[in-house]
């Protein structure tokens, strides 16, 4: 590419190669052991960060600005999302109680007025979590766990903030036991 850029050969010969398909890796989600000891030895903040990853479907980024103005009337939290889109998703009544006791403002304070960055807040969750589960893993154990509590892949997609339900459809752990099932419904 740079040899064409600078006018040192005529053809850009990387358009004729072949396109290379990168595999598509499946879903890795955290299970519930990951799940059960990260909240056993997370503090308040760290809790609040790892349920809003885990039950709510949040990404670092929109946990990191998340604001106590957020939590709306009947246990719902206005998530601002990527490109400024915005979603409404339903909460726990737990957590709607973790968000109301936390002082007035951002949930993740900076001290100087801001919030913590998305970096800050996937590394506090990541060191809270057991092997190498992150905040990106709890956002897939809650797609998986909504997506078999309804099979609704779009309600799953609403929820996470994909414009694709095939970002979804990655998000989406199936077990086993779900396909034989899927396989004995066309017996």
């Known amino acids: 590419?740079?040899?064409y850029e600078m006018d040192?050969?005529?053809d850009y010969v990387a358009d004729s190669l072949p396109k290379v398909r990168c595999p598509k890796q499946p879903p890795r989600p955290a299970g519930d052991d990951v799940w059960q000891a990260a909240l056993a030895k997370a503090d308040r903040r760290i809790e609040l960060m790892i349920r809003l990853a885990g039950e709510a479907g949040l990404r670092r980024a929109e946990a990191?600005?998340?604001?106590?103005?957020d939590l709306m009337d009947g246990g719902l939290l206005l998530v601002h999302g990527k490109g400024g889109k915005r979603r409404i998703v339903p909460i726990s009544d737990?957590?709607?109680a973790l968000i109301r006791d936390t002082p007035h403002g951002y949930l993740f304070p900076n001290g100087t007025g801001g919030h913590l960055t998305a970096e800050h807040v996937g590394k506090l969750v990541s060191r809270a979590l057991p092997g190498d589960a992150t905040m990106?893993?709890?956002r897939h154990r809650y797609a998986t766990r909504a997506y078999r509590g309804s099979h609704n892949l779009?309600?799953?997609q609403q929820l996470l903030g994909h414009a694709s339900i095939v970002t979804t459809e990655r998000y989406t752990a199936l077990c086993d036991d779900e396909v034989r099932a899927?396989?004995?419904a066309a017996w």
């Not at 990191?64 to 103005?69: K, R, V, Y």
Request: proline letters at 0%; zero cysteines.
């Open 136 to 138: 990106h893993t709890l």
């Open 64 to 69: 990191a600005q998340a604001h106590t103005g």
């Open 154 to 156: 779009r309600a799953v």
């Open 1 to 3: 590419m740079w040899a």
């Open 182 to 184: 899927a396989a004995a």
């Open 8 to 10: 040192r050969v005529r």
């Open 94 to 96: 737990y957590l709607a």
